[in-house]
């Protein structure tokens, strides 16, 4: 009757201990941050621009002025472009993709 008893007590321990060892195990998240450098712009002439830029501009967005274009450090570009009162800054890469567009 002994063993039973100190059985069903080491059972119950057991039993009420093993939430605790769950919630006390620990989680490791890993965060990853990354900068962005900071690009330098040189303000060029719109007839300075690769011709692909010249093509996404005249295809994406016709019946826009060109107000100012820059060239960054790492070789994207930045356009200024303007149509009546809508005004939008778009950044290319030299390819004539579309990376962004601000508005």
Known sequence: MKKLMILSAAALAIF??????????????????????????????????????????????AGYAIDKVFQGDDGTFKVAVSKEAEKAVLFFSATGELIKAEK
Do not use: F, G, R, W
Request: no cysteine; proline share 4%.
């Open 16 to 61: 009420l201990a093993m939430p605790q060892l769950a919630e006390a195990t620990t989680i490791q998240n890993n965060i990853t941050v990354t900068q962005d450098k900071a690009v330098k712009y040189q303000e060029i002439t719109a007839a300075s621009l690769p011709a692909a830029v010249t093509a996404t501009l005249t295809k994406d967005y």
